[in-house]
């Protein structure tokens, strides 16, 4: 069975600041990996995600994420936090070709002026 | 690209009520849309998968006769909440991916059964 597990219900950050938003995944087999973010009452929006190649992934509005396969690892990062990045965050795994995205809790993120 | 969209976003009914929530991928085929529902402060249950022209594969615990899923066309999903009751109001959020690729999600559907 495949899990996802975000230890952080909330994470705070000041603006301008980095931040990194914590996932450790579990697989039998080869990890597909994914974020999402999603704000108040809208449906979830793709933001990067890990097949193979190299470990430091990058994806939309500045966020990268980097694949750890011996910590079993792919925390999302961003440089510097905006205030528009406040939302909530999901990371999602599924195994290798085809299969059912298992998703993570969530982590609010909350970024302060 | 690869938008999805949801109608209606928002819907309250009465008890008893059926409700039909359809799903679009706008500018590519989804081959394959799946069903989430997701409650407050919580992560997304997925319910059903659903491929283009077959029956829908539900979730263990997710009645089918209750949530009839349809997909016609690789374009086009449809939930109906049959029967609905103050339990099952809920966001209801759809994705849709292309040949087992990355899933694009709709912005929800808010349901509220009174």
């Known amino acids: 069975a495949q899990s996802v597990a975000q230890p952080e219900d909330q994470v705070n950050v000041a603006e301008g600041n980095p931040l990194t938003v914590k996932c450790t995944y579990s697989?039998?087999?080869?990890?597909?990996l994914f974020w999402y973010v999603q704000y108040p009452n809208r449906g979830l929006q793709f933001l990067l995600k890990?097949?193979?190649?190299?470990?430091l992934v990058k994806g939309s509005y500045g966020f990268e994420a980097e694949f750890n396969k011996s910590q079993t690892s792919f925390h999302l990062k961003k440089p510097s936090a905006l205030v528009s990045d406040s939302a909530l965050y999901f990371c999602a795994v599924r195994e290798g070709g085809y299969s059912t995205l298992t998703f993570g809790k969530g982590t609010m993120l909350l970024v302060s002026p | 690209g690869a938008v999805v969209s949801q109608h209606p976003s928002r819907v309250i009914c009465k008890s008893g009520t059926s409700v039909k929530i359809e799903c679009r991928s706008l500018d590519f085929q989804a081959t394959t849309m799946f069903w989430y529902r997701q409650f407050p402060k919580q992560s997304l249950m997925l319910m059903a998968t659903s491929n283009e022209g077959s029956k829908a594969t539900y979730e263990q615990g997710v009645e089918k006769d209750k949530f009839l899923i349809n997909h016609a066309s690789l374009t086009l999903s449809t939930l109906t909440v049959t029967s609905a009751h103050p339990e099952d109001s809920s966001f209801y959020i759809c994705?849709?991916?292309?040949?087992?690729?990355?899933?694009?999600f709709g912005p929800g559907t808010r349901l509220l059964v009174l």
């Open positions: 994705s849709a991916a292309y040949k087992g690729e990355t899933q694009y």
């Open positions: 890990y097949i193979t190649g190299d470990n």
């Open positions: 697989v039998s087999g080869n990890p597909y």
